[in-house]
């Protein structure tokens, strides 16, 4: 295995991703939303907190997540779409509706992740307005935009990619984290 030294979320074939700042920061040089697209529909899983409490793109998940299949990853920074109630769950639902029309791909193939402040409405507005711009951004150099997009109290991008090789063909692993 070899860990390749600029990789990121788009290291493997076929992925795509940028960063961009939507308005969701009150700091205009600070990206907010990020979008990772997989050129292909692919196989997806994800691991949920148990807490009772779950912010509205948990309950999305589960439901766009039913086949295991997704596309495409929305995700904001600055406000965590967390105890928000149906506004919430709505929001959550509008940002995959706007990335699926962006990406002409059905809502169900989109998933959605939010991180930052808790108890507060997104601003859903600014954020529908972002996603065809962080959608015409996307690029297979823009995993590490994508890394940038997602911090909260980071102090430095999260991303990693490996190569291997399974049964005889190289494999390259990527991503990112908060």
Partial sequence: MKELTDGSVTSPAGYKASGIHAGIKPDASIKDLALVFSESEASAAAVYTTNRVQAAPIA??????????????????????????????????SMCAHTASA?????????????????????????????????????????????????TTDTVPKHFAVELELNGMPVRIGGMSK
């Fill in 60 to 93: 999305v998940d589960r439901k766009h997540l039913s086949n295991g299949r997704a596309q495409a990853v929305i995700v904001n920074s600055g406000n965590a779409n967390a105890c928000t109630g149906r506004r919430g769950r709505d929001d959550a639902e």
């Fill in 103 to 151: 990406l002409c791909l059905e809502a169900d193939q989109v998933l959605v992740c939010s991180t930052g402040v808790i108890g507060v409405p997104l601003p859903i507005a600014a954020i529908e307005a972002g996603i065809p711009k962080v959608a015409a951004a996307l690029s297979e150099k823009g995993g590490i935009d994508a890394a940038e997009a997602i911090m």
